[in-house]
Nanobody, 121 residues
């Protein structure tokens, strides 16, 4: 089994900065894609950003130029740097990792429990 834990959420002022972390542990042979999604109250979960094993990134238009996704493969950890946040970025942020237990197993997606980010002055 794989455990995924987010950290770094909290209250941030508009125009400030915040960094979320997502750490995976357990039976992991390797990790393919990793990503961040978010869900605001009354809204559907939406994609924020993804990063492949080789570092290829993809961002939602709403966060391009403000958010930066990165990963440390040696630590099985992913980060989301949030710069110049806006009130509309307020949401619970969820991370996922697509990992496999050995080279002959399929990649499975594991989710974290979520981290609240509130943007307010």
């Amino acid at each position: 089994q794989v455990q995924v834990v987010e950290s770094g959420g909290g209250l941030v002022q508009p125009g400030g900065s915040l960094r979320l972390s997502c750490a995976a542990s357990g039976t992991i042979f390797d990790i393919n894609d990793m990503g961040w999604y978010r869900q605001a109250p009354g809204m559907q979960r939406e994609l924020v950003a993804t990063i492949g094993s080789g570092g290829l990134t993809n961002y939602a238009d709403s966060v391009k130029g403000r958010f930066t996704i990165s990963r440390d493969n040696a630590k099985n950890t992913m980060y989301l740097q949030i710069n110049s946040p806006k009130p509309e970025d307020t949401a619970v942020y969820y991370c996922h990792v697509d990992s496999r237990r050995d080279r002959n197993s399929p990649y499975l997606r594991f989710w974290g429990q979520g981290a609240q980010v509130t943007v307010s002055s």
